[in-house]
């Protein structure tokens, strides 16, 4: 009765501002890790940092992520998607503004370590609720859309890098950073709780107000809610997360094992390769400001790489398009890490970026279907949160291996084998969940 009429109800200005809405945290979110990814070769120079300690300041951030990601994924379960949500933004920008006080390379660490707690609340919880309310056949699409404003995000952290960075100092790219704060109080107003989220803690005349309120803002004729609440609404109802232990149940721990793998994988190799990227291609003997405009040019790639997910994620399924754009993201940087000129840099990294975040995409989109109502959230932050791991090893690793004196053609290697790998394990362990209502899989795993 509930969840069909939300179903029905017409893609419109509803979906688009709850888009806009998820994907600005989204974007706000990938601001910050670009920063600081710019920041670092200038930061190096300053107070003179060696590359492991340039490592830290990357993996610590991503500590406090995996931290987030799996506290704020089991509270949305508890106390709300819109409510979890909007206390992460808060806190990922007040703390960005804080970095920009930092008086030591010590006060930074503490201080990304608490950005790093609120964006990787934010991203699983923005994820699941977006894949609550937006319709079967257009889910996919929606979530690799809003996956798609991390790689705005980031180039907008590559338009401050370029054009105030070399002008006004790093600090200023954290004062910028303190501004999503206001943005929680269009949360506040205009973003509504998961309707799903509502069925699952009884409170149904809640959720029976949403959705006359959609279909007013939707221009849908509504007539008063008759009948009885269907079995999967009753089940919602009485199902409750059992915390941690019930993703390896028996139902659940092919699926867990999957995505824990490739969570671990995109992480690993997607902070590997990002947070040192500047670096890198400074390392090749560019110039800063050289390196940001190269930089640049292989972030814009990223957007194309998300719009040919959205399109592939529901045409031949997640399933597949994750697999093909993870093995496609180690060919490229296997490619990258050997390019012998500016022009071969530019082309591999172009479409490594590509590839790469057209993974991200589908992987957002991915998890939150693997999951019912009452542990979907918990879900995705533990995949997420797992995954994070990834992301505190590869800067360290990739400092030491640097001060090690590896070449960038072995450490790029590495991240190949990794992509190649993780390609793999999606491709055998996965589901594929196209074109199917979330009860619809739901009911699937209690087969």
Not at 43 to 62: D, F, R, T, V, Y
Request: proline share 3%.
């Amino acid at each position: 009765m509930i969840l069909e009429r939300l179903e029905k109800l017409p893609v419109g200005s509803f979906h688009y501002k709850l888009l806009a809405l998820t994907g600005l945290g989204w974007l706000f979110d990938s601001m910050d890790t670009g920063l600081i990814a710019f920041v670092l070769p200038v930061l190096a120079k300053e107070w003179s940092l060696s590359p492991a300690q340039m490592g830290w300041i990357g993996s610590i951030g991503l500590i406090g992520m995996a931290l987030g990601a799996v506290l704020a994924g089991t509270l949305a379960d508890r106390i709300g998607r819109k409510r979890v949500f909007s206390l992460t933004v808060l806190l990922y920008s007040l703390s960005t503004g804080m970095c920009a006080l930092a008086w030591s390379y010590e006060s930074l660490l503490v201080f990304r370590f608490l950005v790093g707690f609120g964006l990787g609340g934010e991203l699983p919880v923005a994820a699941t609720l977006m894949s609550e309310y937006a319709p079967a056949h257009l889910r996919g699409r929606f979530i690799v859309l809003l996956e798609s404003f991390w790689g705005l995000g980031w180039l907008v952290a590559a338009c401050i890098a370029y054009l105030l960075i070399p002008t006004f100092g790093w600090q200023i790219a954290f004062v910028i950073g303190t501004l999503p704060a206001l943005y929680v109080f269009l949360i506040r107003l205009h973003m509504p709780e998961s309707v799903r989220y509502l069925l699952a803690k009884g409170r149904i005349e809640d959720a029976k107000q949403v959705i006359l309120s959609l279909e007013k803002k939707l221009n849908v004729a509504s007539v008063p809610f008759t009948g009885e609440l269907t079995a999967a609404e009753l089940g919602s109802e009485k199902k409750q997360a059992s915390g941690p232990l019930a993703l390896w149940g028996r139902n659940f721990r092919t699926r867990t094992a999957m995505l824990w793998l490739a969570w671990f994988g995109i992480v690993f190799s997607y902070y590997g390769i990002f947070m040192w990227l500047p670096s890198i291609v400074f390392a090749q003997g560019f110039a800063v400001v050289k390196t940001f405009e190269y930089v640049l040019i292989m972030t814009l790639a990223q957007l194309p790489g998300y719009y040919a997910a959205a399109y592939l994620v529901e045409i031949i399924g997640r399933k597949y398009t994750l697999s093909l754009f993870l093995l496609l993201s180690g060919v490229c940087s296997f490619f990258f890490g050997n390019a012998g000129s500016a022009a071969s840099l530019l082309a591999w990294g172009a479409a490594m970026s590509f590839f790469n975040l057209g993974a991200w995409g589908v992987i957002y989109t991915y998890t939150p279907e693997q999951y019912p109502t009452a542990m979907r959230a918990l879900g995705s932050g533990w995949a997420a949160g797992f995954g994070r791991i990834g992301g505190m090893l590869a800067p360290m690793l990739v400092g030491v291996l640097l001060g090690a004196s590896f070449g960038m053609n072995t450490i790029f290697l590495m991240f190949a084998s990794v992509f190649v790998v993780i390609s793999a394990v999606v491709l055998a362990l996965g589901t594929e969940s196209k074109q199917k209502t979330l009860e619809e899989l739901e009911a699937a795993l209690e087969q």
